[in-house]
């Protein structure tokens, strides 16, 4: 006969065997990937919802800009170019870079494939913009373009100063009118398209020029203030308005169970 603790021993053996892991399982599978989903998609609808909410606001922004845009544009573009290469500057020789931006898009800042800009030249075009005096936001364009441009050539090197100049030039224009001062801010993107160009020359083996160089910039100077959403795109970022990557990284920040 069985002790009173054998019993009970054997009992709670009996239904502890019997029962081990079944609940567990049971749970484990009724509810797996259950909360995952849920806040996948949760993440994933506050995504689509942030980009939709940027868009709206970008188009919003690129409405408003686009009478301003369409006048400063073509004139920024002829100072700049002028400033860099003076008289050997021809403005309607530029289109020798068209081919460079066959494929973009006109949410092409969205996925840019130029270098990548930099914090410093953003900061240093932003303190342009809101310089007190007209040496002192040159001076700021100035050292935002060495950031955004360094010298990995010797060509590079030649056309390096006469780059500040056209920098400081279209810094001059847009500075004029209150309503384009702001528009300092896209510097850093229009010089990263620069660099993009150049690059790609330099690559090909030519050999870069004032002339070349002057080209280049109006080349970029159109193509961002030339079209109301880039430049928009532009200066949402340059304000760190950037939601495609701050919701992505929110989306990788998921409770864990």
């Known amino acids: 006969m069985l002790s009173r603790q054998a019993m009970q021993y054997e009992f709670e053996n009996e239904f502890e065997n019997e029962y081990e892991g079944e ?3 049971e749970f484990e599978n009724e509810y797996k990937g259950e909360f995952e989903n849920e806040f996948e998609n949760e993440f994933e609808n506050e995504y689509e919802y942030e980009q939709e909410a940027f868009l709206g ?6 409405r408003n800009l686009a009478p301003i845009l369409k006048r400063v544009a073509p004139v920024a573009a002829r100072i700049a170019g ?11 020789y530029e289109s020798e870079f068209e081919n ?9 800042s969205e996925y840019e494939t130029v270098p990548q800009i930099t914090a410093i030249a953003k900061a240093l075009a932003s303190m342009a913009s809101q310089a007190q005096n ?9 050292a935002a373009t060495a950031a955004a ?3 990995k050539s010797a060509s590079m090197r030649h056309v390096s100063p006469h ?5 400081a030039a279209l810094t001059r224009t847009l500075r004029k009118s209150s309503s384009t001062r702001h528009l300092v801010k896209v510097l850093p993107t229009i010089l990263a398209k620069v660099r993009k160009l150049l690059e790609s ?3 090909r083996g030519e050999t870069l020029t004032p002339a070349i160089a002057a080209r280049a910039m109006a080349h970029a100077i159109k193509k961002v203030l030339g079209n109301p959403m880039k430049a928009a795109s532009a200066l949402s970022q340059s304000k760190g308005h950037y939601p495609s990557s701050r919701a992505a990284s929110r989306r990788k920040k998921q409770p864990a169970f």
């Open 149 to 151: 441009l360094p010298i």
């Open 82 to 92: 002028t400033a860099i290469a003076g008289s050997q500057f021809e403005y309607e």
């Open 57 to 62: 606001k970008l188009r919003t922004l690129a």
């Open 201 to 203: 020359k330099v690559a």
């Open 134 to 142: 007209e040496a002192e936001a040159e001076a700021f364009a100035g």
């Open 163 to 167: 780059l500040v100049k056209g920098s």
């Open 23 to 25: 609940f567990e399982n």
């Open 100 to 108: 460079e931006y066959e494929f973009e898009s006109e949410y092409e």
